[in-house]
């Protein structure tokens, strides 16, 4: 089953500063900051419990436009996700859940 979940991203985020001055776009960093604690929650596992298996970013993202992450729970037990913008992929990864807490 997929899950759509927004991921809020603050326009006015201090990373925007320095990323780029004039021609802002929205740090990776942040991307998946918001994704995993998306996951996180919607997994009901701790941060601590996600492993990172692969993130590609494909798209850069502005401030003030709206994205969604579209994640999927595997048979393996990973969990596949997409961050879009409207239908623009803005990155794709998975990430393995494990049971730490």
């Known amino acids: 089953m997929i899950t759509q979940t927004a991921l809020p991203i603050d326009p006015?985020?201090?990373?925007?500063?320095?990323?780029?001055?004039?021609?802002?776009?929205?740090p990776g960093v942040v991307l998946l900051d918001e994704a995993l604690q998306a996951i996180a929650g919607i997994t009901g596992l701790s941060l601590s419990a996600c492993e990172l298996r692969s993130v590609k970013f494909l798209s850069p993202l502005t401030p003030g436009v709206a994205v969604v992450m579209l994640?999927?729970?595997?048979?393996?037990?990973?969990?596949?996700f997409d961050i879009l913008a409207d239908q623009r992929k803005i990155a794709t990864g998975s990430v393995m859940l494990g049971t730490a807490v």
Not at 12 to 26: K, Q
Not at 71 to 80: F, K
């Open 12 to 26: 006015h985020h201090p990373a925007f500063a320095g990323h780029f001055p004039g021609n802002p776009i929205v």
């Open 71 to 80: 994640s999927e729970v595997l048979a393996n037990g990973a969990i596949r």
